[in-house]
């Protein structure tokens, strides 16, 4: 991730990257390499006055103490996602970030990804009528990656990796007040932190909506599947296959059809003239406007588009998951 942000912040001119610190030996290397001074120890970066902005992209459970140290010291953080293992060590930050007069922000950057804003498109748009429900998903076949990922004390595991940026942006998408939820995480190859999960969100105005993230899976099912009371949209991958098949007037009369052993007229398909197919209504975005804003906001010019509030938030929305898995019950949340 580093060296993704490196890729990023090279076509952002509000912020240039003068190092790093990386307890890998060759980590450091390919900083000097690049160019790039490779600090003999945080507390070199800390000590270093022309740094302004310190970038945390470590193992889930270092962030909260790098991000105190770094506040502590008068740097702007930037911090990977989660931010945190659990809420409590959020609020340390942010009482730190509150203490210095240090801006601090979470790197959820896949609220500027083309499926995602997408979706919000279709839905702020009515398109599919009263939408009712809808399921955000990502799956794979290649198991867990990496080493620490793996690891319960690390803050591994899918839930934290993948499940705070689906569930950051679907209450963006129903952003009434969430009432339940329901979870239940999977361990196919006997890891110790999951492998996976099925989510299940009910809202207060009455959506709901299915969360899945999994790693064992060898055929996909669609990214995204958005119900509404006049249409369906799908998105399949993030190549941005799939369409809308909207309700038309055409379609008074379904006839029966042979179902297996049986017949049904509920389940018959829409004909040609009682169904509209339409493309999907693609978002383009720039995730570099979230290092653009973190800028301007750790200047005062603009407000922080990842508030920690929001992130506080989603923190305690996976403590909930947990909690339901853990007791195998339907959790109430607030």
Not at 95 to 111: D, I, T, Y
């Given at each position: 991730m580093g060296h993704e942000h490196l890729r990023k912040l090279a076509e952002v001119s509000e912020l240039s990257v003068k190092g790093c610190f990386d307890v890998k030996a060759e980590k450091q290397a390919l900083a000097l390499s690049l160019g790039l001074t490779a600090y003999p120890s945080f507390q070199a970066v800390l000590d270093d006055a022309q740094v302004s902005v310190v970038l945390i992209a470590t193992p889930n459970d270092s962030h909260r103490d790098l991000a105190v140290a770094a506040l502590g010291a008068g740097k702007h953080v930037i911090c990977e996602k989660p931010v945190a293992l659990n809420t409590a060590e959020l609020d340390d930050?942010?009482?730190?970030?509150?203490?210095?007069?240090?801006?601090?922000?979470?790197?959820?950057?896949?609220?500027?990804?083309?499926?995602?804003l997408t979706v919000k498109k279709i839905l702020d748009d009515g398109t599919l009528g009263r939408f009712y429900h809808l399921e955000t998903r990502v799956l794979g076949s290649r198991g867990i990656p990496g080493d620490w990922r793996k690891l319960e004390r690390c803050g591994g595991g899918m839930m934290l990796d993948w499940g705070v940026h689906l569930l950051d942006r679907l209450v963006f998408l129903i952003p009434g007040r969430i009432t339940q939820v329901f979870c239940k995480m999977n361990y196919p190859t006997g890891q110790e932190v999951d492998e996976g999960f099925h989510l299940f969100l009910t809202f207060e105005s009455g959506h709901t909506a299915l969360v899945e993230v999994g790693t064992c899976h060898y055929q996909a099912l669609p990214l995204w599947l958005v119900l509404g009371t006049q249409g369906t949209a799908v998105i399949q991958d993030w190549s941005m296959s799939g369409g809308i098949v909207a309700k038309a007037g055409g379609d008074t009369d379904a006839k029966p059809i042979v179902a297996g052993a049986g017949l049904t007229k509920t389940m018959a398909p829409r004909t040609e003239t009682g169904e509209l197919r339409l493309p999907l209504p693609k978002v383009s975005s720039d995730v570099r406007e979230f290092y653009r804003n973190f800028v301007a906001a750790a200047q005062g010019k603009e407000e922080p588009r990842i508030k920690n509030t929001e992130v506080r938030r989603i923190l305690q929305l996976m403590e909930a998951a947990f909690e339901s898995h853990r007791t195998g019950q339907v959790v109430a949340f607030e």
């Open positions: 930050i942010v009482a730190a970030s509150k203490r210095a007069g240090r801006l601090f922000m979470v790197h959820q950057n896949r609220r500027w990804d083309e499926d995602y």
